[in-house]
C-alpha cells in the first residue's frame, strides 16, 4: 500500500524484560519543553515519554531545529522470552501542519493572482513548482534521518548498532544535495530574471524608415 505521507514501521525484540527495556529509554528522554532554548546543551537526547503500553519522542535539536527529524512511537509487547517493540516513524504533526498551511496559502495566493489577470502563466508556473521542489528535498531529508534514527534505537534498546550497508544512506545523501543545488540554481534564475533591465528597443535609422 501507497503511502502519502513518509512512514516507516519495523520491530525490534530483544530478550530483556519490559521494565529494563523502560529504563533504558527513559535514560535517553525528559519531559518535553514549551520553550527550550537553542544554546541549552545541558538535556537528553530526546524529549517525549515512556509508559508500560508505550511510549512517545522525538529528538531535542542541538543548534538549529531540523524539520526532518521523525516522531517516534513505540508500542510494547510483552512474552515469556522478553519485550517486541513496534515501532512507527513519523514526521513531526507540527511539521506537518506548516506544510500543509504553507502550501495551502501559497498556491491559493498565486491561483488568485491568476484568476485576476496580475500574473501570467509563465510566471505562475515556475512559482506554482517551488513547493514541489521543496517536498522533494523534505522527503529525502526524511529518509536520511530514519536512518540516523534506526541506529540511535537499535543503540538504546540493544545495547548495539543495526549492521547495514551504508550505500543506500549515502545515495540519498547524494541525491538531496543534487536537488538543494537544482533548487537554488532555479531560484537565482528567478531572481536574475525578474532583476535583470529589459533590452532597449533597436529603432531603425530614420533614413531607412519608411515614409
Sequence with gaps: MVHLLPRDRFVIQTSAPLQTVMERLQAQIEPPKTFRSTYDLNHAPYEGSVTPSGFKMNRIPIGRPNASEPYIKGRFETFSGGTVIHLTLTPHPTVLIFVGFWSVFWY?????????????????????????????????????????????????????????????????????????????A???????????????SHQLPEIFQPR
Design 108 to 184: 491559493g495566493l498565486h491561483l488568485l493572482l491568476l484568476s485576476s489577470g496580475d500574473m501570467d502563466y509563465s510566471a505562475a508556473q515556475d512559482r506554482l513548482v517551488l513547493p514541489l521542489i521543496i517536498l522533494v528535498i523534505f522527503w529525502i531529508s526524511f529518509w536520511v534521518e530514519v536512518e540516523h534514527t534506526r541506529n540511535d534505537l537499535f543503540r538504546i534498546i540493544l545495547r548495539r548498532r543495526l549492521t547495514r550497508q551504508q550505500t543506500h544512506a549515502l545515495m540519498l545523501n547524494i541525491l538531496r544535495g543534487i536537488i538543494v543545488i537544482l533548487g537554488v
Design 186 to 200: 532555479f531560484s537565482c534564475s528567478l531572481i536574475a530574471e525578474h532583476l535583470s533591465p529589459s533590452p532597449p
